[in-house]
Nanobody, 120 residues
Framework: QVQIVESGGGLVQPGGSLTLSCAAS????????MGWYRQTPGKQRELVATVTSDGRTSYAGSVKGRFTISSDNAKNTAYLQMSSLKPEDTAVYYC??????????????WGQGTQVTVSS
């Protein structure tokens, strides 16, 4: 069993900054990739950023240059540093983890989500 827990969401003013954390625990042999997604009412969940175990990153065009994803492999934790936040960044942010269990089977897990609201 693997559990994913996000934290760090909250209310921030436009132009402000916020950092989200994603901690994975349980039957994890190794992590393949960790990613952040976000979703607003009426829209599909969209990919924000990903980071692989060897540090390779990718970003959605809408957040490139403003958000930074990173990971601490020893802690099975990923972070999303968000700067220059805009109202359109308001969403529930979800962490996704693809990892291998003790039997080396790759599986995908989702966290419960954390709310980020950018507003005056």
């Amino acid at each position: 069993q693997v559990q994913i827990v996000e934290s760090g969401g909250g209310l921030v003013q436009p132009g402000g900054s916020l950092t989200l954390s994603c901690a994975a625990s349980g039957n994890i042999f190794s992590i393949v990739v960790m990613g952040w997604y976000r979703q607003t009412p009426g829209k599909q969940r969209e990919l924000v950023a990903t980071v692989t175990s060897d540090g390779r990153t990718s970003y959605a065009g809408s957040v490139k240059g403003r958000f930074t994803i990173s990971s601490d492999n020893a802690k099975n934790t990923a972070y999303l540093q968000m700067s220059s936040l805009k109202p359109e960044d308001t969403a529930v942010y979800y962490c996704n983890v693809v990892c291998r269990d003790s039997e080396r089977s790759p599986r995908s897990y989702w966290g419960q989500g954390t709310q980020v609201t950018v507003s005056s």
